[in-house]
């Protein structure tokens, strides 16, 4: 099927999630390198979950917002990002986001996120994306970061992260105009 591009950066576009998608993405839900930083690290996916995760997404897209990473130089997807919990009374979304980890450090999620808030500031028309981070995830820490998001707060000692113990969670705001 052909893929469709919503928002085309240098490296990395933002495009359709397409169902022949799933299986790779199921493939990195269940990888730990990736899942010990995003919600619920112990978690395992059966490959139905994740078809039932992505019809639940499309048939939810006034709530949720997913889109594929795709790759500029080979077209493949290379990771998914999503606006989530879209609350257009009080303007405001969700962002969470991974790469497969072989993409990993070469500037692909720092350029997605900057494209996840044009569409959410410019397209959907939000004040303010949050996000939310543990402590010891140094990376994504500095993807937020360097895409302008100022950390506003912090449960201490507040999830159970394997190879890290208890863990902060730390808060993350991205104001349209900053
Ligand atoms: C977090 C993640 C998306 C980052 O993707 P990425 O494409 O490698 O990120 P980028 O290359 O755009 O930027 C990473 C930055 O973090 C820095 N970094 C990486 N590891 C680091 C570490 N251990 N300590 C400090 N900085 C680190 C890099 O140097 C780079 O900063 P720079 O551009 O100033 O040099 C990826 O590691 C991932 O998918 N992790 C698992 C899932 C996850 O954590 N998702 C986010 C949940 S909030």
Redesign the pocket.
């Known amino acids: 099927m052909i893929r469709q591009i919503v928002l085309r950066g240098k490296k990395v576009s933002l495009g359709i999630l397409l169902k022949e998608d799933i299986p790779k993405v199921w493939l990195w839900y269940n990888d730990r390198d990736?899942r010990r930083?995003?919600s619920s690290p112990d978690a395992l996916f059966y490959f139905e979950d994740e078809m039932e995760w992505y019809e639940r997404v499309r048939r939810e897209k006034e709530r949720h917002r997913v889109f594929g990473i795709l790759e500029n130089r080979s077209d493949g997807l290379v990771?998914i990002l999503g606006l989530h919990g879209i609350d257009f009374k009080n303007g405001y979304a969700e962002l969470?986001?991974?790469?497969a980890k072989e993409?990993?450090?070469?500037?692909?999620?720092?350029e997605a996120v900057s494209l996840a808030l044009t569409y959410a500031f410019e397209w959907i028309n939000l004040r303010k994306v949050i996000?939310?981070?543990y402590a010891p995830?140094?990376?994504?820490i500095?993807?937020l970061e360097?895409n302008g998001f100022i950390l506003v707060g912090r449960l201490r000692e507040h999830v159970y992260v394997p190879g890290h113990g208890f863990v902060d969670v730390l808060f993350y705001e991205r104001f349209r105009n900053i």
């Open positions: 990736i930083f995003l990771g969470g986001y991974f790469l993409f990993w450090g070469k500037g692909y999620a720092t996000a939310r981070v995830n140094k990376a994504s500095r993807v360097k």
